[in-house]
């Protein structure tokens, strides 16, 4: 049988990621996400349909331009300097079934490479599900995971493929923090401030006597 090669972004026959797309990418202004997490891009138009092809329809051949757009975000931001090894935030063991792979470590493996340093799976995580489809509360408390022991000043890259409010990123400093690693945080995409805005917890006003 013979399957077609279709465009993640628009769904152009030819190759994984059409030159137009491709483009599209590039013309995108840096997407920071704060909380000393670093984001590439936003995860908007044809960059949220290249992550969900990667993630729902197995579109893999996406993933080394991906890793190669987040390696250049790394050396513009001098974020790559001294790092000594490469790992990834864990997406839950049933969507790594689901899909029949994990999509930030397929990322991560390739930004490894490029940097040409180690790549290790360092963290566990807590069965808790995915983050996909959980309530406001639940995704601002983040999944927990544990790191592996002897990192002691080790400078860990940490990669995602989208954060949204941040909390994966920054349970996953803390555990490699709790083991005496640096953590830097790296995630492709970057959900736009106005999604993150609804995540947020909600502030009580106290009520204004009449």
């Given at each position: 049988m ?7 972004g ?46 729902y329809?197995?579109?893999?051949a ?25 790992t990834?935030a ?11 792979f994990?999509?930030s470590?397929?990322?991560a ?12 799976r360092l963290?566990?995580?807590?069965e ?5 489809g959980?309530?406001r ?18 400078n860990?890259l ?49 009520p204004?006597a009449?």
């Open positions: 013979f399957f077609e090669t279709r465009c993640a628009c769904d152009k026959p030819g190759s994984a990621i059409c030159t137009t797309c491709r483009f599209a990418l590039l013309g995108q202004a840096p997407h920071d996400h704060g909380d000393g997490i670093i984001a590439v891009l936003p995860f908007t138009g044809r960059v949220r349909s290249i992550v969900l092809g990667l993630k329809r197995n579109r893999r996406v993933t080394r331009h991906l890793a190669g757009l987040v390696v250049n975000r790394l050396v513009e931001t001098r974020a790559h300097e001294g790092v000594d090894v490469v990834w864990p997406t839950s063991a049933q969507r790594r079934r689901e899909r029949g994990d999509q470590e397929l990322i493996r390739t930004v490894a490479r490029q940097l040409g340093v180690p790549c290790r963290l566990d995580r807590s808790t599900g995915s983050q996909t959980r309530s509360a639940e995704r601002l408390s983040g999944p927990g995971f544990a790191a592996r022991p002897g990192l002691a000043g080790r860990v940490v990669v995602d493929d989208v954060v949204t409010t941040g909390a994966t990123l920054r349970s996953a400093r803390s555990a490699l923090a709790e083991q005496g690693a640096e953590a830097t945080l790296v995630a492709f995409a970057a959900t736009p401030e106005r999604r993150r805005a609804e995540l947020r917890p909600v502030r009580e006003v106290s204004v009449a």
